[in-house]
RNA sequence: GGAGGAAUGGCUGAGUGGUUGAAAGCGCACGAUUCGAAAUCGUGUGGGCCGAAAGGUCUCGGGGGUUCGAAUCCCUCUUCCUCCGCCA
């Protein structure tokens, strides 16, 4: 959430952002709505400081004997007065909650100004382009024939999007888990969390997916919760209402299943791994101050790229340049595996900072130098997301005979084995 | 699921209707003392909103109510603790 004074200060500046992220925002309508606002609040203090006088003379009068009943009368009046007054403000200040919570952030300075995903550059390329010389085979096929996933009896008992991991493959994304978990918080410095799947309204709202996304999350409304599309939202919220009084930058990892309704790309992706409805991601979440958090946030990506690296599979990173940003980002760094069978670049993780946005809106705050409270700043990517990773590692390890050679990284976390073959 | 108890500032903990934003202690910051430190003494020390500031206002788990006035009384919700039941 945008801070309403910089939205008063900076009315030109925020419509200039809106306009290169393809914002539709009617930020003047939040300004008035603002100087309402503020005119109605100083009647109304004006009238509580009245009230309060009078009330507190209403004790020494009958201290002193006097008969207080007009002036009751009066301040009762008062009351009257007030209460419609308050009544106003809490439907204004609703109102204009509501309107900044569909507000997306302002777009970091650094970030380039585009159109669209045509306008995020390449900002660093790693590996090459494995060359074959048979035709290589979708993870879909060489999946099924290895027997490291069922596909149709996961839709059979969930829905289509719905993966159903078996031997090997199971054992596969719990290597990667682990093995992700284990390069964070030994060689990066990240302390894990493992925590709920499953979030309430203020804590999917402290990150940004409510209110503008709700038709991507799954919902159990007699519960009022809602199962976890990142880790992100619980990760993040972990702080939710606090002023931190341990020292910055927090680091945290976390493993979580990822759920996503994915209403938006419906009939897209729909084969294999590619886009489904439930994933496991391994995130990782940084809280920092301002000074620190354009470091960190690089930081944080090579953090990401280093499973990459170590597992040696082809990436890039790009850009995401203003019209592509996502809703509460201010900056983001996407990082896209290659995957040879499908031709394309996949992306695994969104490397983002948020400024002050989501800790504005979760209200996570510390204390600068001079003691006072002000808000961190989030940061997050996933460290990284599996069901692409697993493609990228099955598609361009493949063997000539549909056997797949797994990384050396991965030996240790998948007992010894090191490749993937018909048993 | 049933029955009880609790929720106050960074922490411990007073406070059952009137200048209480809240005693006291601890902690923390600054100052004095000291060659320096400890100890000691003094001063200060929650947060939101409005305001250029002075200042005002709101806030004692959340919401609502009674009252001229609520941390204090009433209703309700949430969370935690204890016991019972059920259960991975």
Known sequence: MLDIRFIRDHGDAVKTAMANRNA??????????????????????????????VSKSIGQMIKEGGDPEAVKAQVREMGDKISAFDEQLREI????????????????????????????????TFGEKKSFDFEPQ?????????????????????????????????????????????????????????????????????TGQLPKFAEDMYTIPVDGLYPIPTAEVPVTNLYGNEILDQALPILHAAYTPCFRREAGAAGKDTRGLLRVHQFDKVELVKFTTPETSAEEHEKLTADAEKVLQKLGLHYRTIELCTGDLGFSAAKCYDIELWAPAQDKWLEVSSCSNFGEYQARRANIRYRNEEGKPGFVHTINGSGVALPRLVIAIMENNQQADGSIDLPEALWPYMGGLRRLEKS
């Open 138 to 206: 979708a993870h879909w096929d060489l999946g099924e024939a290895l027997g490291l996933f069922d596909f149709e009896r996961g839709a059979k008992i969930a829905g289509s999007g719905f993966p159903l991991f078996t031997g090997k493959g199971a054992r596969l994304e719990r290597a990667l888990i682990q093995f992700m978990l284990d390069l964070h918080t030994e060689e990066h410095g990240y302390t894990e969390i493992a925590p709920p799947f499953l979030c309430n309204e203020t804590a999917m709202t402290g």
């Open 93 to 124: 200040d609703a109102q204009l909650r509501e309107s900044l919570l569909y507000i997306p952030n302002m777009p970091s300075e650094s970030t380039p100004v585009g159109k669209d995903e045509n306008d995020n550059p390449v900002v660093r």
């Open 24 to 53: 539709d925002t009617d930020i003047d309508a939040v300004l008035a709505l603002d100087d309402r606002r503020r005119a109605i609040l100083a009647e109304a203090e004006e009238l509580k400081a009245e009230r309060n006088r």
